[in-house]
């Protein structure tokens, strides 16, 4: 099946680690990525990893892969006010005929205290 | 380039209207993909163009929805015929396949209103 599922919501203090989580459940995703979309604004693309690694770091991003379990977090370290937003996590898989195909969780709305 | 271009922006008609929307993608981009996005949720894939080529379709795409991308560059997304269901943000995202990896840019979306 096409599935994606992230934990709706997450608060937290101004200067903290973020950490967003999200599972999937199609094994042949190539690309995994993560979108952050802000009130009134498009979606905008943050970081992606491929599906053969368990780690990227980019920044105060840090992406973390395990496939066995089919899941991927999104860790924001030293996390700003302007972070606040909708966080997505999607998977890249081919679809039946031919073409790729984006699969998108509900996403996860993170609310940063100052 | 200023990226990927949606018109219109906002559309408000009746049910029952056709109504067309148009997306411009990044120029040297050959994948072109719509999206559905209603309130709280994560954007619905509706259909994928490599070029001028509609390869892919989801299942949410029902009949009364069609979209083209005759010259392997602008696409429109027509919806006949339109429900009250059909109200959501429209995105268009754009993609060039050359690259390592599949990153797709998004437009700013046509949000639709039906009455």
């Known amino acids: 099946g096409e599935d994606v599922e992230q934990s709706l919501f997450l608060s937290v203090r101004e200067g903290d680690s973020s950490v967003i989580n999200c599972t999937y459940t199609?094994?042949?995703?190539?690309?995994l990525y993560w979108y952050k979309q802000e009130p009134g604004a498009g979606l905008q693309l943050l970081t992606y990893?491929?599906?053969?690694?368990d780690m990227k770091q980019d920044q105060r991003l840090t992406v973390l892969l395990n496939k066995k379990d089919k899941h991927l977090s999104l860790r924001i370290a030293d996390t700003q006010t302007g972070d606040s937003a909708i966080y997505f996590c999607a998977e890249s898989i081919w679809g039946n005929t031919g073409g790729f195909k984006t699969i998108f969780g509900a996403g996860t709305r993170l609310f940063v205290k100052a | 380039d200023t990226g990927v271009s949606q018109n219109p922006r906002h559309k408000i008609t009746k049910r029952g209207q056709n109504v067309t929307f148009r997306c411009d993608p990044i120029?040297?981009?050959?994948?072109l993909y719509w999206y559905r996005q209603t309130l709280g949720q994560g954007p619905e894939f509706l259909t994928y163009f490599q070029n001028e080529a509609q390869l892919e379709k989801s299942r949410l795409l029902s009949d009364r929805f069609s979209a083209e991308r005759p010259k392997g560059s602008f696409s429109t997304l027509e919806i006949q015929r339109t429900e009250q269901g059909d109200s959501a943000m429209y995105l268009c995202?754009?993609?060039?396949?050359?690259?390592?990896?599949?990153?797709?840019?998004f437009g700013p979306g046509t949000r639709l209103l039906v009455l």
């Open positions: 990893i491929f599906s053969n690694m």
């Open positions: 995202a754009s993609s060039l396949d050359r690259q390592s990896q599949e990153t797709q840019y």
């Open positions: 120029s040297e981009h050959n994948r």
């Open positions: 199609d094994s042949s995703s190539t690309y």
